[in-house]
């Protein structure tokens, strides 16, 4: 078998989470796509897709089953103010998210934070399909 390109891998996965990004909002009425970031390839600390109010950095691999702390760590450098969100898949296993805990529990006042900042270290890692339907739900 031959080599795979590990870039053609990644910008195929990211239009396949932009194709059903897009195919969710389009079944909710909403007027946005997503779409592929291509200055990511020119510009450091740029997210792989544009959806507003998120920056989202997407890594698919072969081996594995839990996101890398690095990949954290870029997705948190490229996303400013906007929420940052990874998305990730690894062979024969679901697409994952992860996420602040702040984007799902809405409800919860952070007391524990000073002057109820949003902590993006505080994480939830959902499978892509209950991730959409939280943002939908929460307006995010």
């Excluded at 996965?13 to 009425?29: M, Q, T, W, Y």
């Excluded at 994952?96 to 000073?114: A, F, G, Q, S, W």
Aim: hydrophobic letters at 35%; aromatic letters at 14%; charged letters at 30%.
């Amino acid at each position: 078998m031959g080599k795979i390109n590990s870039r053609n891998k990644g910008a195929s996965f990211e239009r396949e989470i932009a194709s059903k990004l897009n195919d969710f909002f389009d079944s909710k009425g909403l007027n946005f796509k997503a779409k592929r970031n291509l200055e990511q390839y020119q510009e450091k600390d740029l997210g792989d897709l544009e959806v507003p109010n998120h920056v989202i950095e997407c890594k698919r691999y072969a081996e594995g089953n839990w996101y890398k702390e690095e990949w954290w760590k870029q997705t948190l450098n490229s996303c400013g103010n906007k929420i940052p969100v990874l998305i990730w898949k690894y062979n024969r296993q679901p697409i994952r998210v992860c996420t602040p805990m702040y984007v799902i529990n809405t409800k919860h006042d952070y007391e524990y934070l000073p002057t109820n900042l949003k902590d993006n270290s505080v994480t939830v890692v959902l499978e892509f399909e209950h991730w959409v339907k939280y943002i939908f739900a929460n307006n995010l």
